[in-house]
Structures are given as structure tokens and as C-alpha cells.
């Protein structure tokens, strides 16, 4: 089993910055990848960004690239999810999720965060 909980949502202007934390518990933490996904209103879960056990690999979704950097800290048990030039089409609820393999399918995904909410005002 493991808890996931995310915090550093919230209200922001466009063109502004988050930094999103997911902290860990109850499994090794350091050998599962990491995953970001968005859900707004009315829409489906989507992918934003995943990271590999090491921290070595990376992918994003096009809507977010150059924009946003996922990272993590293993003695931590916490991954980033750095947001930077937030425009109000990235409002949605932000959760983290863990990956025993290397997916960007949420179905894939076997434990989910209760999510933190990002709202970006025009």
C-alpha cells in the first residue's frame, strides 16, 4: 500500500509559477516511476509528465514542455512538479500517481493522491 498526498496548489495569474509536492509513504519509494496528471472540469484525467525511478528519464505532455520540469528526491520520498508560465488552460486538478512499469496511461498507474487543485486566472 502506499499514501500519496500532494500540496502547493492554488491561485495564480497566467504567466505566473507553482511548484507542486507529492510526498510518499508506505513502499520503497525509490524504485517506482512518478507520474503527474491533470483533471478539469468535465474533461478526462490527462497525462503531464512522468519521471523513471533515478530520475534519469523524463516525458511531458506537449501542452507542458518548456514549461513544466517534474523532479524528485528519493530520501525525500517527494516528487516536484515545477510549473512556470501558467497559462488559465492548465486549471485542473493536479494528482500523482505511482507506475511499477513506465506509462503515461492513468489506468496504468496503481496508486493515486486526493489531488491538489491549480487555478490560473486570466
Known amino acids: 500500500q502506499v499514501q500519496l498526498v500532494e500540496s502547493g496548489g492554488g491561485l495564480v495569474q497566467a504567466g505566473g509559477s507553482l511548484r507542486l509536492s507529492c510526498a510518499a509513504s508506505g513502499r520503497t519509494f525509490s524504485n517506482y516511476a512518478m507520474g503527474w496528471f491533470r483533471q478539469a472540469l468535465g474533461k478526462e484525467r490527462e497525462f503531464v509528465a512522468n519521471i523513471n525511478w533515478s530520475g534519469t528519464l523524463t516525458n511531458y505532455a506537449d501542452s507542458v514542455k518548456g514549461r513544466f520540469t517534474i523532479s524528485r528526491h528519493n530520501a525525500a520520498n517527494t516528487v516536484y512538479l515545477q510549473m512556470n508560465s501558467l497559462k488559465p488552460e492548465d486549471t485542473a486538478s493536479y494528482y500523482c500517481?505511482?507506475?511499477?512499469?513506465?506509462?503515461?496511461?492513468?489506468?496504468?498507474?496503481?496508486?493515486w493522491g486526493q489531488g491538489t487543485q491549480v487555478t490560473v486566472s486570466s
Open positions: 500517481a505511482v507506475d511499477a512499469g513506465w506509462s503515461k496511461r492513468p489506468e496504468d498507474y496503481d496508486y
